[in-house]
């Protein structure tokens, strides 16, 4: 259970919580002691997310599965009533949650499959953290969004994943210098190239070894989101 007089203690939203970065941070935040809300579509796999990091020492999780595709912006208000009713409050925001089916040429790109992509990848983040911002900023608290190469977009075959990256780093530093004086801080974070089954669809022939773990990658999370393990 979350212990609230521990003042060290973080309430972080994780989206993509059962993803390939979503679940390693979540995991390192747990075992930091942070209380996490791990949002991602599938509850089984959520679940499961959840017996790993109790069975890896971090405390458990709060799951809320939630499919962005289909979110509204009632169900973001909900989510945020849900938080600081049961919670009390919260530190941070992380948005690693994405859908993405492959690179494709563009002549053959299913225009519902754009718009499905441009859902969860653009729009689903920006209205969660408009509905989030409230409690965040009771807290001085921090967004983190997941960003991307940013040639990417420019390149061809990305698609509506392209479109969607470049579209939330224009979001993240409108929001950023909008919340300038409100003791809320915004950033992207740029992964590197990690063995994940988001990376696996555009690149399926590639060597793991030659990637960065999602766990290293988390690592880059835990120090902006001042997480970092305590000296023994
Ligand atoms: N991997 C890389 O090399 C790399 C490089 C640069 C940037 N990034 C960024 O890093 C972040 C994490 O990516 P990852 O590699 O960890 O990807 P991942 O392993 O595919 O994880 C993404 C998670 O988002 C979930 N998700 C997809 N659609 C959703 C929806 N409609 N509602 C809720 N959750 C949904 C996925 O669930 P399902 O699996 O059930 O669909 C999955 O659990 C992403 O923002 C990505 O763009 C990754």
């Not at 939203?13 to 941070?25: D, E, I, N, P």
């Not at 002691?33 to 790993?52: F, G, Y």
């Not at 780093?169 to 409100?182: D, G, I, P, R, V």
């Not at 990690?194 to 835990?222: C, G, Q």
Request: with cysteine; hydrophobic share 45%.
């Amino acid at each position: 259970m979350a212990d609230y007089s521990n003042p060290k203690e973080q309430v972080i939203l994780v989206t993509g919580a059962a993803g390939g970065l979503g679940s390693a941070l979540t995991l390192r935040l747990c075992q930091q002691d942070c209380t996490v809300v791990a949002l991602d579509k599938n509850p089984k796999v959520l679940n499961e997310m959840a017996d790993m990091v109790v069975a890896e020492g971090g405390l458990e999780p709060v799951i809320y599965p939630m499919d962005l595709l289909g979110a509204a912006p009632d169900d973001f208000a909900r989510l945020a009533e849900s938080i600081g009713e049961n919670l009390h409050h919260l530190d941070a925001l992380v948005h690693t949650a994405v859908a993405f089916s492959g690179l494709t040429p563009f002549e053959h790109y299913e225009p519902t499959r754009w718009l499905k992509e441009m859902q969860i990848n653009v729009n689903s983040p920006v209205f969660l953290t408009q509905a989030l911002l409230p409690l965040l900023k009771e807290n001085s608290g921090r967004i983190l969004f997941t960003g991307e190469d940013p040639q990417l977009p420019h390149k061809p075959y990305w698609g509506a994943y392209g479109m969607a990256k470049a579209g939330l780093k224009a979001f993240s530093n409108m929001l950023a210098e909008e919340l300038e004086n409100s003791g809320v801080t915004v950033e992207t974070i740029v992964p590197p190239p990690m063995h994940t089954r988001h990376r696996a669809k555009a690149w399926p022939a590639e060597d793991p070894a030659s990637l960065a773990s999602p766990l290293e990658v988390a690592e880059l999370y835990l120090q902006k989101l001042n997480c970092l393990p305590m000296a023994k």
